[in-house]
């Protein structure tokens, strides 16, 4: 567990030369988007395109609480926050005009070398999250904590929703 994951593996590209850096998840309603962004650009030149990017929503009331967000607009921010970073990744320039968050377009510095979809993936536990993952185009890091029926499941579920998302156009 590292508050900032970029951060970290920041640090560890610069100590290796060919492993992927994943970072398990950056929970993006704790961070600005913006600011995810361009630390995210940085590490991803410095590892010279080593890098896959693990999103999550986030669980705990009291880590909401700490940050002096409402749990409840959880899903949204990522949402908003997850689409405006992979967006800024295709087209360089970070812009949201959503429900929760409003961002006038900004150049993202560093440029990014390479997009992210395709090296993103969300942390998932339920289905409702699952069709958020499949929504931003994003693969899916599941974490067992249900029965392995139920969990197969889902995934099955995730993955039509996947493909009729992304693959119909």
Known sequence: MAPNPLQLLTYLAARTSTIRLGSSVVVLPWHDPVRVAEELAVLDHVSHGRVLFGVGRGLGRHEFEGFRLEMGESRQRFKEYGAMILDAFETGTMSADGPLFHQPPVALRPSPIAPMRGRAYGSSISP?????????????LVLAQKPWDVTERDVLAYEDMFFCTNMSS
């Open 128 to 140: 409702d999250s699952m069709e958020v993952m499949a929504e931003l185009g994003l693969g899916v």
